[in-house]
């Protein structure tokens, strides 16, 4: 009796403990149902289990199953091709336990990052109530990551994949939504939103702290950065809790809108920015596409141009390749808000760049004139542009926005002539002009724009450490 007793403790205590010997397998949360998975590409899907665990992957397109053994580390990692866009799909995953991943979607998976006005969404206040009724589609689905910070790259998030409903729209940023729809709408394939924004954050926390600790401009630019209640200024907090657990899941690109919070430190911007799209681009090892907005005109900024330096800055920013600029000084509603209401536009413009220059649509307007050089003509300047082969136009008999100036650096408002594909700028006062500036204050609202439509970018000729425009007329 005695022996008996004693195997059926030992059978019992071996029977409690085997689920505590064997984790259950489990998933990211931007592993799930209702996910959108990247079409035609090596998709990674992984996990945690424990050591040595043999896991098992199904997926609904194929007939192949997958199998991979648990790391040292209690992880494991598979990669598998997707098809062409489609679904609802199935993804099974067997190990200890199993999991079932349903409704799962493949298609366009792009990224929405950034500050306040990329966060911002129709609960804000945004007057697109007409959009909310309309905003039923299960083939756009959302990820909206809660704002995070964290002082060393996290592997997970705390959110879900949800699908477009009026309630969700309502929630998710607004530009982002918009230019997902405008995907959706002409790709006529699902797309996958994750949105990663907090407003009032620099750049600086959404780049490694080490390729920011390793660069002395950077890092200089960065001990700047005054701290304030709300929201984070330290180097990665951002990027270690909403960027780096997303860096295995294959995406298609980046829409980004941000940069107010960085017009103080505007010198080393155009560094910064560039740095933390190769660092993103690094992470994920695909040199994927990046699309951002020009910060919009606004007033309050506490001097005359110190934004219009930052704009300068995301200029300069498009040598880094793949990446492009949308101009939003048409898309202002009040210049004193910093927060234009104004994103359907933003996120069709975006929509464009990209169906143009990631999807290979043709004939779609996309570019906005940017300047390209100048030539003194007695006493005035003529003015040439890039992405111009239809011409200027204006809304307006008189043209905005337009100083120039003589070697003595004093800029004075001047007038303006569209003459062809480019601009002749004078003031009588000046007979030996030397620069031109158009559009470069916080609060300028130009009228400038290609036949197309789209805003002719602001600009200086001259590299004076000027940061004064006259305002008088």
Excluded at 156 to 183: I, N
Excluded at 214 to 238: E, H, Q, R
Excluded at 362 to 384: L, Q, T, V, W
Aim: aromatic share 12%.
């Amino acid at each position: 009796m005695r022996r008996l007793a004693i195997y059926f403790i030992l059978l019992s205590f071996l029977s409690f403990n085997r689920f505590s010997l064997f984790a259950n397998v489990r998933l990211p949360a931007i592993i799930g149902s209702h996910m959108v998975l990247q079409q035609k590409t090596a998709v990674t899907i992984w996990g945690w289990c424990d050591a040595g665990e043999k896991i098992k992957l199904k997926a609904g397109w194929d007939t192949t199953t997958y199998t991979v053994t648990g790391s040292s580390s209690a992880k494991w990692s598979i990669e598998i091709e997707t098809p062409v866009a489609g679904g609802p799909y199935q993804l099974t995953i067997n190990g200890s336990n199993q999991i079932v991943l349903e409704d799962v979607m493949v298609g366009e998976v792009w990224i929405c990052s950034g500050q306040s006005n990329m966060e911002m969404s129709v609960n804000w206040g945004l007057p697109y109530q007409d959009e909310v009724t309309n905003a039923i589609d299960k083939n756009i689905r959302f990820f909206h990551i809660p704002r995070t910070t964290a002082d060393y790259p996290q592997e997970d998030v705390k959110a879900e994949w949800m699908v477009c409903t009026p309630a969700e729209m309502k929630r998710f940023s607004a530009a982002g939504y918009f230019f997902g729809k405008t995907l959706r709408e002409k790709l006529n394939v699902p797309v996958g939103l994750i949105n990663a924004s907090w407003g009032g954050t620099p750049a600086e926390t959404w780049t490694p702290v080490e390729w920011i600790n390793n660069n002395p401009t950077l890092k200089a630019a960065a001990a700047k950065l005054t701290p304030a209640n709300g929201w984070p200024v330290i180097p990665a907090a951002t990027y270690n809790g909403m960027i780096y657990p997303l860096s295995k899941y294959a995406i298609a690109g980046t829409i980004w809108y941000q940069g107010e919070a960085n017009v103080n430190t505007a010198s080393s911007y155009s560094e910064l920015f560039s740095t933390m799209i190769m660092a993103w681009r690094k992470v994920w090892k695909i040199d994927f596409p990046f699309y951002y907005v020009e910060v919009a005109p606004f007033a309050g900024y506490g001097d005359n141009s110190s934004s219009a330096f930052l704009r300068e800055a995301q200029t300069k920013t498009l040598a880094t390749p793949l990446t492009g600029m949308i101009v939003v000084t048409d898309l202002v509603d009040n210049i004193n808000d910093i927060h234009p209401k104004m994103k359907k536009e933003v996120g069709l413009r975006l929509a464009n760049y990209a169906l143009s220059e990631t999807y290979g649509k043709k004939d779609i307007a996309h570019k906005s004139p940017f300047y390209k050089n100048m030539k003194i003509e007695k006493d005035k300047i003529r003015i040439y542009f890039e992405n111009n082969d239809n011409g200027l136009m204006s809304k307006g008999d008189t043209l905005k926005e337009l100083f120039i100036s003589g070697d003595d650096q004093n800029f004075i408002p001047a007038h303006g002539k569209i003459d062809g594909n480019s601009i002749v700028v004078w003031n009588g006062e000046i007979k030996k002009p030397a620069a031109v500036r158009f559009a470069f204050r916080n609060g300028a609202t130009p009228n400038l724009f290609n036949k197309e439509g789209l805003p002719v970018n602001p600009f200086r000729t001259d590299d004076w450490p000027v940061q004064i425009v006259m305002d008088k007329k």
